[in-house]
């Protein structure tokens, strides 16, 4: 138990604290409404009681279903039965209907670009097995690099900032033979 040593009484309550400053800022407090309570049974056969011919406004709750099922009564859709047609695909109407013998067969075009391909800028179409050549050689080579820039960062991080300068200075003439190896070996396994 705490008591106030200078007035050697209890001090108020968190709750009755808040009270008081709620009364002197003008707050009134909220208490819920209260319901009125139906009797179980009467025992005698007194008259009912005369009915007021106001009603009570709403309560929020009946307000809120009331409006709920208005709006549900609402259809933004005219026929309410499924259409018996075929979806069909959304189309942009400036581009062009997929060819049938290209994208349809698995095979992908690719244009290579200058700085990864010596041979490049190209463009060349390939089957599954060409694409999975493709991309399992550039894979390798990508966490090749990353390999070799977590050691140059541990070694010294100076290392890893020479090797990004001449990346990017003679990235193209380093990068440009080894993708070109790897785009000719996906051409062989082109189907």
Sequence with gaps: MVIDKETGQTPLSAAERMAQHDRRMGHERSAPIEREAAPLAVATTAPAPARRT?????????RLT????????KRPWKDSAPSAKAPQPARIAERPQPQAGGSARGRKTVVTGKWWD???????????KGQQVLSGGF?????????AAIVALVISPVIL???AFLLF???GNILGPIGAGIVDKAIAERN
Excluded: Q, S, Y
């Excluded at 106001?54 to 009946?62: V, Y």
């Excluded at 894979?139 to 390999?147: E, P, S, Y």
């Design 169 to 171: 200075r003679f990235g």
């Design 161 to 163: 900032f020479i090797g």
């Design 66 to 73: 009331a409006a709920v099922a208005e709006m549900n009564k």
């Design 139 to 147: 894979m390798t080579l990508f966490f090749v690099g990353l390999i």
């Design 54 to 62: 106001e009603t009570a406004p709403p309560r929020p709750d009946e």
């Design 118 to 128: 010596a041979k490049g800028p190209r463009t060349i179409e390939l089957g599954a």
